[in-house]
């Protein structure tokens, strides 16, 4: 069945860069999305890419998507304290219509 | 602002009572709604489609006399953990989309989610 992975923790100090990857073995996903979950909360969108796109930017966050090699990421830019959460990816595959989550990165922003 | 919204956020109930958590769609039409459970510090598990007006789609484990899913309007989706017992405690979240099957439109947007606990 489909399958979705990612990373289960990074840590950056606030004010870098954080770079969180996800892979997936769905080819005929369409749309891969970042969602991002606050302690006891629901999930939050973030953004979302389409297939046939290989990059979208949108104020701190930028999505890339090697769709060659199944690969995922969220960078978030000047990573603020605020920051600090599980960031899940997810993959809609238009042969199950469905919508297949990762594990989720939980991302700790350090002082 | 929410998109979607899920009611209640928490509840606690006894065992071999009833529960029943409520999902509606704001702002557009949810011809899909899409039930997942979470378990702490996991990801979600999807647990049903729902299309409205037609029964819900279990996913393979999930006994659908024990979590009955009404979808009758396209606002509002309906879960409902029947005999709840203490190992159904968990965190369950709908989403919602306009559109179904190759039609879906997406993004999916979710609810804040239920935190059951049952006694």
């Known amino acids: 069945g489909e399958d979705v992975e990612q990373s289960l923790f990074l840590s950056v100090r606030e004010g870098d860069s954080s770079v969180i990857n996800c892979t997936y073995t769905?080819?005929?996903?369409?749309?891969l999305y970042w969602y991002k979950q606050e302690p006891g909360a629901g999930l939050q969108l973030l953004t979302y890419?389409?297939?046939?796109?290989d990059m979208k930017q949108d104020q701190r966050l930028t999505v890339l998507l090697n769709k060659k090699d199944k690969h995922l990421s969220l960078r978030i830019a000047d990573t603020q304290t605020g920051d600090s959460a599980i960031y899940f990816c997810a993959c809609w595959g238009d042969s199950s219509y469905k919508l297949i989550f990762g594990s989720g990165t939980r991302l700790l922003v350090r002082p | 602002g929410a998109v979607v919204s899920q009611h209640p956020s928490r509840v606690i109930c006894k065992s071999g009572t009833s529960v029943k958590i409520e999902c509606r769609s704001l702002?557009?039409?949810?011809?899909?709604m899409f039930w997942y459970r979470q378990f702490p510090k996991k990801s979600l598990m999807l647990m049903a489609t729902?299309?409205?007006?037609?029964?819900?789609?279990?996913e393979q484990g999930v006994e659908k006399d024990k979590f009955l899913i009404n979808h009758a309007s396209l606002t509002l989706s309906t879960l409902t953990v029947t005999s709840a017992h203490p190992e159904d405690s968990s965190f369950y979240i709908c989403?919602?989309?306009?559109?179904?099957?190759?039609?879906?439109?997406?993004?999916?947007?979710f609810g804040n989610g239920t935190r059951l606990t049952v006694t």
């Open positions: 702002d557009f039409q949810a011809t899909t």
């Open positions: 890419i389409f297939s046939n796109m």
């Open positions: 729902s299309n409205e007006g037609s029964k819900a789609t279990y």
């Open positions: 989403s919602a989309a306009e559109g179904q099957g190759p039609k879906l439109r997406s993004p999916l947007h």
């Open positions: 769905d080819s005929s996903s369409t749309y």
